[in-house]
């Protein structure tokens, strides 16, 4: 089935350093959404990227969807500590099954140095 | 509003003992998953349904595992036996239609013994 790939698998980071995780897939995406886990906790829901070329910004999250809508970025901005987690790109890919499915990569950890 | 909720939070068997999750996911939330979580990695579907009928069980291990959304709302997920391999965070998650943004639980950590 659909498989994203997310690199790097980790990142540590200075406090104030910029961070970027990416996620690329082999074909068209539909849309694309990101998710970010805490140590300890479950998948939270940030954002849903569905144009071309689409640019959204959260404070200092800045997400973008490529022109060809195969590949993804999440970029933060000058990193604190409540930065640290897991994040998540995940898409809605063919199961096999006659359905959709939304499937996560394997996700960027990462760590900020204070 | 209450979020997804699940119980046990965590729980500990020994291999061939028989467990069971519980889910109720959000008011007028008609699809509900369930996902497996392992160590490092990113969840992975195991069901989906739309309201009681489960739409999509392909990745789900039907020899040991088996889910139940009785009455279109809660729903329970049961390992008979579990297994060392099981052991993992099963999450449940909600969303309104299929398609959409996923609400998770805090999620049931397993470990079998």
């Known amino acids: 089935g659909q498989q994203v790939m997310q690199i790097p698998q980790y990142q540590h980071v200075q406090e104030g350093e910029d961070f970027t995780t990416y996620c690329n897939s082999s074909t068209t995406l539909s849309n694309i959404q990101w998710y970010k886990q805490r140590p300890g906790g479950h998948p939270v829901f940030l954002i849903q990227?569905?144009?071309?070329?689409e640019v959204k910004k959260q404070k200092r999250l800045t997400f973008q969807f490529g022109e060809a809508k195969k590949n993804s970025s999440l970029h933060i901005t000058a990193t604190q500590t409540t930065d640290v987690g897991t994040y998540f790109c995940a898409v809605y890919a063919y199961s096999g099954a006659g359905s959709y499915q939304l499937t996560f990569g394997k996700g960027t950890k990462l760590s900020v140095i204070p | 509003e209450a979020g997804v909720v699940q119980s046990p939070r965590y729980k500990i068997i020994e291999k061939k003992q028989p467990v069971a999750f519980w889910c109720n996911p959000i008011?007028?939330?008609?699809?509900l998953y369930w996902y497996l979580q392992n160590l490092g990695q990113g969840p992975e579907l195991l069901i989906r349904?739309?309201?009681?009928?489960?739409?999509?069980d392909s990745q789900l291990p039907k020899d040991r595992f088996s889910a139940e959304r009785l009455k279109g709302v809660d729903s329970t997920l049961k390992i008979q036996p579990a297994e060392l391999g099981d052991s993992a965070v099963y999450l449940c998650a909600s969303s309104l239609d299929h398609g959409g943004v996923l609400l998770f639980g805090p999620g049931t950590r397993l470990t079998v013994l």
């Open positions: 349904y739309e309201n009681e009928e489960a739409v999509d």
């Open positions: 990227l569905v144009k071309s070329g």
């Open positions: 008011s007028g939330h008609n699809t």
